[in-house]
């Protein structure tokens, strides 16, 4: 299973579709589902993992491209898995 950091508190979990086991918050809107698919070691370093679990746990802000939400809950809407996908997160 892969590591991931929960968009609600910033821990950091196994699964990115899994309930957190902090605060568990348990991702099941698509749109949910999508976010939660990037903060994690697929698509971040450990580095980039460690940046945006801080951010969140300060209470900052992910922000996540448009177009990104919009592919991969069509992803998951269509139950297609996830599609390959590239985009700039920005936590700094």
Request: charged share 25%.
């Amino acid at each position: 299973m892969t590591t991931a950091i929960c968009l609600c508190c910033g821990a950091v979990k196994l699964g990115a579709l899994t309930p957190c086991p902090e605060c568990r918050f348990d991702p099941q809107e698509n749109g949910d589902k999508a976010k939660a698919a990037v903060p994690t070691e697929h698509f971040l370093s450990q580095e980039d993992l460690n940046a945006v679990s801080e951010r969140i746990k300060s209470g900052l802000a992910v922000a996540y491209p448009d177009e990104l939400g919009k592919d991969l809950s069509h992803d998951f809407a269509s139950n297609s898995g996830l599609g390959k996908v590239s985009f700039p997160l920005k936590y700094t």
